[in-house]
């Protein structure tokens, strides 16, 4: 069975969600970067076992930056980029 938009839109959202959680920028940026290139590459697939292929490896996807976004907030450098530092003033 397929996924439906609304499933895919939630997947999206979350995969950003999850991106920006990341403390680092060039961490933070890869994520978003390979989750909407990901969508991009997807987007006008109309094969429901691709698109159902697609969306299994997007969860996955997303679990493993649940994960590492965890270990990275256990492990990482608490110092801020410079690009945190442009962006907040």
Do not use: T, W
């Not at 938009?5 to 978003?32: D, I, M, P, Q, T």
């Not at 159902?52 to 608490?78: C, H, M, N, T, W």
């Amino acid at each position: 069975m397929a996924a439906s938009a609304g499933e895919v839109r939630h997947l999206f959202r979350a995969l950003l969600r999850e991106a920006s959680r990341f403390s680092n920028y060039n961490v933070r940026e890869y994520v978003k970067r390979r989750a909407i290139d990901a969508f991009h590459q997807y987007r006008d697939q109309s094969d429901p076992a691709v698109v159902d292929a697609a969306f299994k490896r997007g969860l996955q996807q997303l679990e493993i930056a649940r994960r590492q976004s965890l270990v990275y907030s256990l492990y990482g450098p608490r110092v801020k980029s410079i690009m945190d530092l442009r962006s907040s003033k």
